[in-house]
Nanobody
Framework: VQLQASGGGLVQAGGSLRLSCAAS????????MGWFRQAPGKEREFVAD????????YYADSVKGRFTISRDNAKDTVYLQMNSLKPEDTAVYYC?????????????????WGQGTLVTVSS
């Protein structure tokens, strides 16, 4: 599976962005998908994930209520809608795929990773 993240950019605090992650491969609909981020000088951290069916989602406390993860299995794409952005959301955002289809657990359970897209939130 190859993952291509896009949609990053520069936005003012309080603004919104929608990230997309397009997957290649015929088994996308069986994978759980996650979004992670890495800010400069910090370790990569979990943002949100979604089960293979889209019925289950989970969010980091820092983004809960502001970010929404969704997927369109017909388009082999997962999205991250980010609202009420804060300067501390500035990071490179990565999408990842997990072959067991379930959510929760550490990032080493994700087998495939995209190249990342930079989100910069100005104050």
């Amino acid at each position: 599976v190859q993952l291509q993240a896009s949609g990053g950019g520069l936005v003012q605090a309080g603004g919104s962005l929608r990230l997309s992650c397009a997957a290649s491969g015929r088994t996308f609909s069986s994978y759980a998908m996650g979004w992670f981020r890495q800010a400069p000088g910090k370790e990569r951290e979990f943002v949100a994930d979604i089960s293979w069916s889209g019925d289950s989602t989970y969010y980091a406390d820092s983004v809960k209520g502001r970010f929404t993860i969704s997927r369109d299995n017909a388009k082999d794409t997962v999205y991250l809608q980010m609202n009420s952005l804060k300067p501390e959301d500035t990071a490179v955002y990565y999408c990842a795929a997990r072959i067991d289809g379930v959510i929760g657990g550490p990032d080493f359970l994700y087998s495939y990773w995209g190249q990342g897209t930079l989100v910069t939130v100005s104050s």
